[in-house]
């Protein structure tokens, strides 16, 4: 049998890489949406598409994709955990999970990964792709300053919750 206190501290460690991951995560879609995507939109349409094209593959990466999901996995196990356990700090736990969950790792699969596949599809010097440039710059740009304030508020709630035992 594990002992009390070494439970506790396992718990302590994923809420803290838990809320460092979101506000890691959050800082990168603040600087994306406070200047990456400005200095973007001041290029001409194919130099923007082909920078976001380029920006779009290397983001799969080993180190930015752990963080990420590693992040969202540690917001599941601490939901699950959480509900088994009566303690004062659960909500913040519930709250800053559920936030970094839907509002960062739902809106970038269902709204931010479906615009980077279509702009992936047009070439960067076409008429096509001008016209999507134009929209993409709005609407990625909105939903990525949703992913950034729900990464923002979820790495708050959850450093409220490193509070409790």
């Known amino acids: 049998m594990i002992p009390q206190h070494l439970i506790v501290q396992q718990y302590f460690a994923l809420k803290l890489l838990s809320a460092l991951g979101c506000g890691l995560i ?11 995507m400005n200095a973007l939109s001041r290029l001409p349409p194919a130099q923007g598409i082909a920078a976001m094209q380029s920006i779009n593959i290397t983001v799969i990466n080993p180190l930015f994709m752990t963080v990420f999901l590693g992040t969202a996995a540690a917001c599941i196990f601490l939901i699950f955990s959480s509900l088994k356990w009566h303690q004062p700090g659960i909500p913040y736990l519930l709250i800053g999970s559920l936030l ?12 931010n990964v479906p615009l980077n596949d279509a702009l992936a599809k047009v070439e960067p010097g076409s008429a096509e792709g001008a016209k999507l440039w134009a929209s993409y710059l709005v609407n990625w740009t909105f939903w990525n300053h949703v992913r950034a304030l729900a990464a923002f508020v979820a790495a708050a709630f959850l450093t409220i919750a490193l509070r409790y035992p």
């Open 100 to 111: 970094y969950l839907v509002g960062t790792v739902g809106v970038t699969i269902a709204l």
């Open 26 to 36: 959050a800082g990168v879609f603040f600087a994306f949406s406070t200047f990456v």
